[in-house]
């Protein structure tokens, strides 16, 4: 690190950190959550209150970072981060302080992160609205966030991180990827993400340029992403964290269909999004024809919005509430929509998997319900399911398979009934699934517990009803296999 300038103002920066004592819990601690719950609504208020008077190095780290706030010379020194002027990250007018990106401490459910995320500040606090400027790279968001729990965590030689932003995907990749590529077309993400990623240890190779044109004939085991996925007119200056200039959702296809090359065989793609719902076009047969021969897909639609709502979160994301060309954007926008015949946009998950497919595999669902976050294992538990599809009955019945673990019992009926008149199998994992089950199913289901093979286990219970064992094939083997497709049901592995 001598003579290396660079490397010394991260280390100054992170001895700062460390010293304060500026990680989430403290953090936390100190603006309360009603503090943090008035950041997630970009107001600092709550947060400012809580801190009251205080100017201790903790203190004042916070208000620079993360509420924009100015700080004196005394206090800034006291916080060690004074030559941090050197670097931009900190301007000087006068004796006053003011921080030219947001810093913010940032640490997963799992603690796997427990580090720091350097991005730009929020353009729209405290209802102020400043338009961000066209490189502004974003913070942490529930986007982001959401990206994180939807994207495996299991070991890999290489990945991805497409459109890396702040780099907070990194921080993720490092604790199980080998070695990491991290790309974006804004020159701005790359120096925040490089800062982020010096101050956090964590070590991948940076790439400028667009979607997969930066990494050549490379191949990766994981691919993530939230790309800038926004659907709006081709107009004007750009926002480059959320709009390419691409029609509709073209970039969102270019992203899942340019992936079947960059992945390796058994790789995955993962990706948070949304879709256009085009007149006449199922929503579910758009996403199809977008999955490259090769691969199998699994996509989660989360949400469904109707135009106006859509473009009202997004004009105000751009800071466009209140200001004179309002209206005008507005319908504009409601135009776009209108030449493209888009009725809807659909928001949500794309998990894929570079099978050997010749005929890709796509399963899309509709899940607006609660889900179990990390949800990732159970996206990928549904791919690795599409393999028992081509299964015959014959092998479904010898295969020996055990129910989801920690499958719940409810029953519901009448009180004093004999029998319930309702009995629906409920999960606490993944998609937080449930299933209403008769007493033939629910008695076999209850007894996939890696003993029998699904055979067995139907005869015996036909006995135990008094049906014929038969018919009660025919009525269960249909239903067995919807519960293998959605990963109530997995195969005892072969030794
Ligand atoms: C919504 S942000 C996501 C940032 C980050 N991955 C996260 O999880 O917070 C999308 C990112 O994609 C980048 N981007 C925009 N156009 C791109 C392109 N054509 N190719 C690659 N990245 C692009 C933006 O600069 C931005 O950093």
């Known amino acids: 690190m001598p003579g290396n300038p660079r490397a010394e103002s991260v280390e100054l920066l992170r001895a700062a950190l460390v010293r304060a004592d500026y990680f989430a ?3 936390l601690e100190a603006i309360t959550v009603e503090g943090q719950r008035g950041l997630t609504r970009n107001h600092t208020f709550a947060a400012s209150r809580a801190l009251g008077s205080r100017d201790d190095p903790l203190a004042t780290i916070i208000r620079l970072f993360i509420l924009q706030e100015e700080q004196p010379l005394e206090a800034v020194i006291r916080a060690g981060v004074v030559d941090l002027v050197n670097w931009g990250l900190l301007t000087r007018s006068g004796d006053m302080f003011r921080a030219g990106v947001d810093i913010r401490p940032y640490s997963d459910e799992t603690a796997w992160v427990d580090g720091w ?3 730009d500040h929020a353009a729209t606090l405290n209802t102020r609205n400043v338009p961000p400027s066209p490189d502004h790279v974003l913070g942490v968001s529930a986007a982001s966030v959401s990206l994180s729990q939807i994207t495996p965590r299991r070991q890999v030689e290489s990945a991805l991180d497409l459109g890396t932003g702040s780099g907070i995907q990194c921080l993720h990749l490092s604790h199980h990827a080998l070695s990491i590529v991290a790309t974006d077309v804004n020159k701005r993400a790359l120096d925040l993400a490089q800062w982020t990623c010096d101050l956090n240890d964590v070590r991948p190779q940076f790439r400028l340029g667009s979607l997969y044109e930066p990494v050549g004939d490379e191949k990766f085991d994981l691919i993530t992403t939230n790309p800038p996925f926004v659907m ?3 107009v004007g200056e750009r926002l480059t964290y959320r709009e390419t200039g691409y029609s509709s959702d073209e970039f969102m296809r270019a992203v899942v269909s340019g992936a079947g090359d960059p992945l390796n065989p058994g790789g995955s793609l993962h990706v948070l999004g949304n879709w256009a719902h085009v007149r006449g076009e199922p929503w579910q047969e758009r996403l199809r024809s977008w999955v490259p021969v090769g691969c199998d897909a699994f996509v989660v639609q989360r949400e469904v ?3 106006c709502e859509y473009i009202e979160i997004w004009l105000a994301d751009a800071g466009l509430n209140g200001t004179d060309s309002y209206l005008e954007k507005y319908q504009q926008w409601l135009d776009y929509f209108d030449t493209l015949g888009v009725e809807a946009v659909g ?6 998997v570079k099978s050997g497919s010749a005929i890709p595999r796509v399963t899309c669902l509709d899940w607006p319900h609660a889900v179990a976050q990390p949800v990732a294992d159970d996206l990928m538990a549904h791919l690795d399911a599409m393999q028992y599809e081509s299964w015959s009955d014959e092998r479904v019945l010898d295969t020996t398979w055990i129910l989801a673990p920690g499958t719940t019992q409810e029953t519901m009926g009448a009180p004093g009934a004999a029998d319930p008149s309702h009995i629906v199998l409920r999960r606490q994992d ?20 890696g003993d029998l093979p699904l055979g067995a286990i139907i005869a015996a219970v036909a006995e135990v009803l ?4 038969p018919a009660l094939v025919a009525e269960i083997v249909p239903q067995v296999r919807d519960l293998i497709a959605t990963t109530w049901l997995t195969p005892v592995p072969q030794r």
């Open 117 to 119: 995320v350097v991005s």
């Open 305 to 307: 919005l109707d135009v």
């Open 25 to 27: 819990d403290p953090v």
């Open 466 to 469: 008094d049906v014929s064992a």
């Open 232 to 234: 709006s007119p081709v």
């Open 430 to 449: 993944g998609l937080k699934r449930a299933v209403e089950v008769d007493t033939g199913l629910g008695g076999v289901l209850g007894a996939c517990d």
């Open 347 to 352: 928001m949500g998950w794309i998990a894929m």
